[in-house]
């Protein structure tokens, strides 16, 4: 059971949760054209396009034939977090009178592939960047949603702006206590333990791992950082650094039996230290607040990871709230109501 916001969705009338119910107000697929292709998903193709009526810039997701209750829940998610912090807007939603394909319509973010842009990043921006996921995190979370597919793709940033969005909510789901989930989600390289280890009883904590491992990976410039070649390998190569004790502590303690085929893969592996891991290219990120930050973070068991609330109140994050703090006084807005 979740740590926090375990009862959200029960506080909720029906409406807010059951997205098969959810009624599309379609808008006017006329009001958009497409200008060119940014990106393409297992569920969609992404395009460029601007709104013919205002001239603006917007993202264009075209669905590929999906179920459409998948649709609606990504639909009534969008809904459901409208105005969030750093939640990509979900501006309209349109559909080919012919082919009957439903696009999502959102902000344009004039993003930089990560590839490039995490290079370029000092100390400070690392810790910025990941306090604005953390916001978007919380509100989700908040608001009974986990997303489970978080990963770099999936965080827009215009760095000129230094703004950052939290895109891509196809897989995201309504968090229910007691309610067992496909494993299936998140992005190999992001997916906590306990998916690879069939625990269907998972809760907002995955986002959290999937969060420590995007971290682990900007501050140890290790890109991904836990990097396996299938779900079972990917579990190996975790158990490589968390230890093989503390796995097996994990299973036991929630009653998991692994599938036989990690007996012959999982051998006997020692939890390593985090800073085995520090070198001369990656040391200006590294500190102990950062240490501190990612082993609270990358634990096998997810009641015992940091929840998004606890994570903005670190002490790696000092400086962004007090640089907030600071930009709040210069503005003349009392910090004290």
Not at 104 to 128: C, I
Not at 187 to 212: A, T
Not at 227 to 248: P, W, Y
Request: charged share 25%.
């Amino acid at each position: 059971m979740a740590r926090v916001y375990a009862d959200v969705n029960q506080q909720m009338p029906k409406s807010y949760w059951d997205y098969d119910s959810v009624n599309i107000s379609w808008g006017v697929l006329e009001n958009y054209e497409v200008v060119r292709k940014i990106g393409r998903g297992k569920y969609s193709e992404v395009f460029e396009g601007i709104n013919v009526v205002n001239y603006q810039k917007c993202v264009i997701k075209v669905l590929k034939p999906v179920k459409k209750k998948k649709i609606k829940r990504e639909i009534k998610i969008l809904q459901n977090l409208s105005g969030g912090p750093n939640v990509i807007p979900l501006l309209d939603v349109v559909r080919d009178s012919q082919s009957k394909t439903p696009s999502l319509v959102f902000e344009y973010v004039n993003n930089t592939d990560f590839r490039t842009l995490y290079p370029r990043f000092v100390d400070y921006d690392v810790r910025y960047y990941i306090f604005e996921l953390l916001k978007a995190l919380d509100f989700c979370h908040s608001k009974g949603i986990m997303h489970r597919d978080v990963k770099p793709h999936n965080v827009m940033i215009d760095h000129e702006r230094r703004k950052l969005r939290l895109i891509d909510w196809g897989l995201a789901e309504f968090y229910h206590q007691g309610m067992e989930y496909n494993v299936r989600v998140a992005s190999r390289y992001f997916k906590g333990p306990e998916l690879l280890v069939d625990f269907q009883e998972y809760d907002y904590s995955l986002d959290m791992w999937s969060l420590g491992a995007m971290f682990a990976s900007m501050i140890f410039r290790k890109e991904p950082f836990f990097h396996g070649n299938s779900n079972s390998d990917q579990l190996v190569k975790i158990a490589k650094v968390l230890g093989t004790d503390e796995l097996f502590e994990y299973l036991d303690k929630y009653d998991i039996e692994l599938d036989p085929q990690y007996d012959e893969i999982l051998s006997r592996f020692p939890k390593k230290s985090w800073h085995s891991f520090v070198n001369a290219e990656n040391q200006r990120f590294v500190s102990p607040e950062a240490i501190d930050f990612l082993d609270k973070l990358l634990r096998y068991d997810h009641a015992d990871r940091l929840t998004a609330q606890e994570a903005m109140a670190h002490p790696y994050f000092a400086p962004v709230r007090a640089a907030a703090a600071q930009a709040l006084q210069n503005s003349g807005t009392p910090t004290h109501p």
